[in-house]
């Protein structure tokens, strides 16, 4: 157990759909980063949270959004969703930002139908 | 940006024998490097990892070399076990995210 938590382990949805993905850090970690993960494919970065503001970016569609909370959790929202969102996301956190170990979630499989 | 190069993207090796994956990256302010192993369907776990101050670090079986000079690191897995079959991830970081290579798919043939 990496001590991040990831709710819900799986979800299917209709495409047009709105989704909340949710996670909670490990305790004292301060950074929480999101990751999409397609069949076969690698770790694309989404978006990077530290101490509740936004600190990077990478290929997240306008669709997918984003926050980290008062209380560290953080959550990915995705909205009107399409066949080729359907994968896992992976959550991540730190205790820092970047240099330090990261400790992955379970995963969110997500499947659009 | 960074950006991190990984090969092989397949790996079969025989039980026993030593397998080596190897990394490049972009940014010379890259300064943290860990490696990830995610067996299948289950979360990426870091396995080892090495800072720019250190060439070689070992645990085990398992060693990462790093050439700052050449922007390469590299896995090395010896006596491989069939239960070292997994994806293997490298990833780099110059001190905010991680950039991660796009995986190796090690098999230990037993």
């Known amino acids: 157990d990496s001590g991040v938590t990831q709710t819900p382990k799986h979800l299917i949805t209709a495409t047009g759909q709105r989704v909340t993905l949710r996670c909670s850090p490990r305790?004292?970690?301060?950074?929480v980063y999101w990751y999409q993960q397609s069949l076969d494919q690698g770790l694309q970065f989404l978006i990077q949270?530290?101490?509740?503001?936004?600190?990077a970016k990478g290929n997240i569609l306008e669709r997918f959004s984003a926050q980290q909370f008062p209380d560290l959790h953080s959550e990915l929202n995705l909205s009107s969703l399409e066949l080729g969102d359907s994968a896992l996301y992976f959550c991540?956190?730190?205790?820092?930002?970047?240099?330090?170990?990261?400790?992955f979630g379970q995963g969110t499989r997500l499947t659009v139908v | 940006g960074e950006n991190v190069e990984q090969h092989p993207s397949t790996l079969s090796v025989q039980e026993g024998d030593s397998a080596v994956i190897k990394c490049t990256y972009s940014?010379?302010?890259?300064?943290?490097f860990p490696w990830y192993k995610q067996e299948l369907g289950k979360r990426p776990q870091l396995i080892i990892d090495i800072r720019s101050n250190v060439g070689e670090k070992k645990d085990q079986r398992i060693a990462v070399t790093l050439n700052k000079t050449a922007k390469h690191f590299s896995l090395h897995i010896t006596e491989t076990q069939p239960e070292d079959s997994a994806v293997y991830f490298c990833?780099?970081?110059?001190?905010?995210?991680?950039?991660f290579g796009t995986g190796t798919s090690l098999t230990v043939i037993p």
């Open positions: 991540a956190s730190s205790e820092y930002t970047g240099n330090t170990e990261a400790f």
């Open positions: 990833a780099a970081s110059p001190g905010n995210q991680f950039y």
């Open positions: 949270y530290y101490n509740g503001e936004e600190r």
């Open positions: 305790s004292g970690d301060l950074s």
């Open positions: 940014d010379s302010a890259s300064n943290y």
